[in-house]
């Protein structure tokens, strides 16, 4: 199940060199389907 993300809240990376960190959502791009990670 897919679920909406926001600017604030929590993540774990789930692909590429960062998979398995926590961090926390500081930017998002819908258009790509990317966020921005801090953490």
Known sequence: MA???KK???V???AGRDRGRNGEVIRMFP???RALVRG
């Open 31 to 33: 258009t790509e389907q």
């Open 8 to 10: 604030g809240d929590k």
């Open 12 to 14: 774990v990376v789930l």
């Open 3 to 5: 679920a909406k993300i």
